[in-house]
């Protein structure tokens, strides 16, 4: 018997063998989710990819790649204005469908338990399936903007790389929190399907990744800046563009606190049980 397998045997009852972080749970929970979706990654990678690609190729078709929108007092080409925009939607819309479909698919197919039962402590679930979210989002970026590379009369090379990443993965995460917390309420697909077509579409579409917000009515300017996506566009776009519709730091700074406070509720909610418990 060697030593690890001692120290299992001897722990005395009630006293927990693993003290601080569950590495090996964790890992095997983010992986175990990882390839959930990989087995159909025509799905749920390359689909979002091409339909992406899709939009951009409607709309500088539509109204002219090299037609110029004036960002912040620049003028930037369509094509390249709303490239950005397209890839960090993708990204946050794949990051809330793979959150959302965690914990609902286990409620609905009678599986939660094994959410629920391993030794992992409420933050490590929501690490691993925060992770794999964020995951899935990053994978369809690549794919996106790898495609984008080669799309003719588009530049996407980033100029603030920092921005790029902060603002991918602050919106991929605040798109994660938000599908956790979808799938702990609903109770069926159709639910999970309501706020995605009703909360999330919207939001995307009405976030400044198609046009400059300077553009709208003053009415309009200021509900739009009430659009916590409008930042995560507004950023992303300023990492490879070099100028936003919003200030940066700011925008930066404010979906740093929305996710702190979006963790502490999915925390919350989880650690209780909500709607998971019977």
Same mark, same amino acid.
């Given at each position: 018997?060697?030593s ?39 799905q ?8 992406t ?39 946050i819309?794949? %990051?809330? +469908? @793979?959150?959302? /479909?965690?914990?609902?698919? $286990?409620?609905?197919? &009678?599986?939660i338990v094994?959410?629920?039962? *391993? ?13 794999a ?10 794919a996106?903007?790898?495609?984008m590379l ?12 920092w ?14 929190f ?45 509900? %739009?800046? +009430? @659009?916590?996506? /409008?930042?995560?566009?507004? $950023?992303?776009?300023? &990492? ?6 919003? *200030? ?10 929305i ?13 209780r ?5 019977s």
């Amino acid at each position: 018997m060697d030593s690890q397998t001692s120290k299992w045997v001897q722990a005395d009852p009630g006293v927990p063998v693993i003290r601080n972080v569950n590495w090996g749970g964790l890992k095997t929970l983010y992986v175990k989710e990882v390839r959930r979706f990989f087995k159909v990654q025509l799905q749920t990678i390359w689909a979002p990819a091409v339909t992406t690609m899709l939009f951009l190729a409607i709309f500088t078709m539509a109204l002219g790649a090299r037609r110029e929108v004036n960002l912040a007092g620049t003028g930037i080409a369509f094509a390249d204005f709303i490239a950005p925009g397209l890839i960090v939607m993708g990204m946050i819309q794949n %990051s809330f +469908a @793979n959150a959302s /479909f965690s914990l609902l698919i $286990g409620k609905i197919q &009678g599986t939660i338990v094994d959410y629920l039962m *391993p030794p992992l402590s409420t933050m490590e679930l929501i690490a691993a399936l925060l992770g794999a979210a964020v995951t899935r989002a990053v994978l369809v970026g690549i794919a996106v903007w790898g495609a984008m590379l080669l799309w003719p009369g588009v530049h996407v090379w980033p100029q603030h790389l920092w921005a790029v990443v902060w603002f991918g993965l602050m919106g991929s995460v605040m798109l994660g929190f938000l599908g956790l917390l979808t799938s702990m309420w609903a109770e069926k697909f159709d639910h999970a399907a309501a706020v995605t077509n009703f909360v999330v579409a919207p939001l995307s579409l009405l976030s400044g990744t198609f046009y400059s917000i300077d553009a709208l009515a003053p009415a309009f300017r200021t509900i %739009s800046h +009430a @659009n916590p996506f /409008f930042y995560v566009i507004s $950023g992303f776009r300023y &990492g490879f563009v070099g100028a936003a519709d919003s *200030p940066v730091l700011f925008g930066a700074g404010l979906l740093l606190a929305i996710n702190v406070g979006l963790a502490a509720l999915c925390y919350l909610l989880l650690k209780r049980g909500w709607r998971i418990r019977s």
